[in-house]
């Protein structure tokens, strides 16, 4: 279950990211429409709860759930921005 609970994780990162100006640019080439970005991000949030959820019913014990939580969503948050970073560059060298 904790595996789910990354994998929501990381998809709502990609998400959130979308629905960003900058994201949205990177991700799907063009600028998305406000109403867009604001869709995008609702769902991402709502990504992050189920993470949040499923992380819960992984570990019983609620603390070590939300620390280990948090760890797992910081680097869910690095790996987006490299993603990020590494589709900007090929782009700009294409």
């Not at 640019?25 to 993470?51: D, N, Q, W």
């Not at 797992?72 to 990020?84: D, G, M, R």
Request: aromatic share 4%; with cysteine.
């Amino acid at each position: 279950m904790m595996g789910a609970a990354i994998v929501c994780g990381q998809c709502a990162m990609l998400i959130l990211a979308m629905g960003t100006v900058r994201g949205s640019g990177i991700f799907l080439s063009k600028t998305a429409a406000p109403r867009v970005c604001l869709c995008l991000r609702m769902a991402g949030i709502v990504l992050l709860g189920l993470s949040f959820f499923l992380q819960m019913q992984a570990v019983k014990t609620p603390v070590i759930a939300t620390i280990n939580w948090i760890g797992v969503v910081s680097a869910e948050i690095v790996l987006t921005a490299l993603t990020c970073t590494a589709i900007d560059n090929i782009r700009k060298i294409k």
